[in-house]
């Protein structure tokens, strides 16, 4: 049995208990939350035993691996001493706020050798799966463009910390870095970028950049600043030489000279948690933890969704939002 320790009771780490609830051969045996009454909800999903904050249970439990769901601010401080004891860790994204704090974590998986995986989920989004399978086939030709949009009203959370900017990163680290890992990861480094942010309100909370692949353009956009009513979104258009991928809310399409299809992907694992989260969609948050312990299982370190690709992204935004 894979015994797991997760620390942040909240939306996402409740995704995380109720994924690892579904995967077989794994348990959360051991949950972290300042919040009593979020640790005992997810604590009565495996009988997990229940510490009053993060730091408590790295030092007293003995785990196959540490699951980190903390606010942002936290993260780096957290990751360093889980890696210190357990050898394998989760770390949600962003995986830290600065450049500082993201050189810190690489020494120290140098120096323990530690297996670390970060939730960017969306390379496990199946959606975004098909299209990089899509773009690497090049069935249809070269990608000449693409945009990736992602908006959301105002997060919230525990103590109101997303919209503290020094604590989350705002819009641009918190949410623009899905499309900006995504990116990186599909396409690597742009010859050059040009960004375009919010005037005026909460720093960070509207990103555009638009990404020179030598000829090849890529638009990136996001913002959590609407209103609570305002409809989550992400969505993806990729123009090929002789076709155009599509999703939007109403699907995954693919438009070729031969007309439109809709694309219907045959999913792993499919089930809702309701929360206050935009998405409650287990299916990628699914992926990545099965791929997370998948590899414990095989004694192996992750390799997508990396450590070092994390603080990659992480410097690519702080690049964006530096003006």
């Known amino acids: 049995m894979i015994k797991i320790g997760l620390i942040g009771c909240g939306f996402m ?23 009593r009454d979020k640790a005992e909800a997810l604590a009565a999903l495996s009988d997990a035993k229940i510490y009053a904050t993060g730091m408590e249970l790295i030092e007293n439990e003995t785990l196959d691996a540490i699951d980190i769901c903390l606010p942002t601010y936290l993260h780096a401080s957290h990751a360093e001493a889980a890696m210190r004891k357990c050898k394998n860790v989760f770390i949600e994204k962003p995986v830290a706020l600065t450049v500082k704090e993201c050189e810190r974590l690489l020494k120290v998986q140098k120096e323990t050798g530690a297996g670390v995986q970060v939730g960017q989920v969306i390379r496990f989004w199946d959606e975004y799966v098909w299209l990089k399978d899509l773009i690497d086939s090049k069935n249809y030709g070269e990608v000449q463009n693409a945009a990736f949009r992602r908006m959301s009203p105002r997060p919230d959370g525990w103590e109101h910390w997303f919209l503290d900017s020094d604590k989350s990163g705002g819009a641009a680290l918190d949410l623009h870095i899905h499309d900006v890992d995504y990116m990186l990861y599909v396409f690597g480094e742009p010859k050059s970028f040009s960004t375009v942010l919010a005037h005026g309100g909460e720093r960070n909370s509207y990103v555009a950049t638009v990404a020179d692949y030598f000829g090849k353009s890529v638009l990136i956009e996001g913002s959590w600043d609407f209103p609570a009513d305002y409809p989550f979104e992400m969505m993806f258009r990729v123009k090929f030489e002789k076709a155009v991928a599509e999703y939007t809310h109403e699907g995954l399409r693919l438009y070729t000279d031969n007309g439109m299809q809709n694309v219907v992907l045959k999913k792993e694992f499919t089930a809702q948690v309701e929360g206050a ?15 997370f312990t998948d590899c414990l299982k095989a004694g192996t370190k ?22």
């Open 13 to 35: 780490g409740t995704m995380h208990a109720n994924c690892y609830n579904a995967i077989d051969g794994v348990q959360v045996v051991a949950v972290a939350d300042v919040r």
């Open 277 to 291: 989260g935009n998405i409650s969609d287990l299916g990628g948050y699914y992926n990545e933890l099965k791929y």
């Open 302 to 323: 992750p390799e997508k969704a990396s450590l070092y690709d994390a603080v990659g992204s992480v410097k690519f935004v702080l690049k964006e939002t530096e003006k």
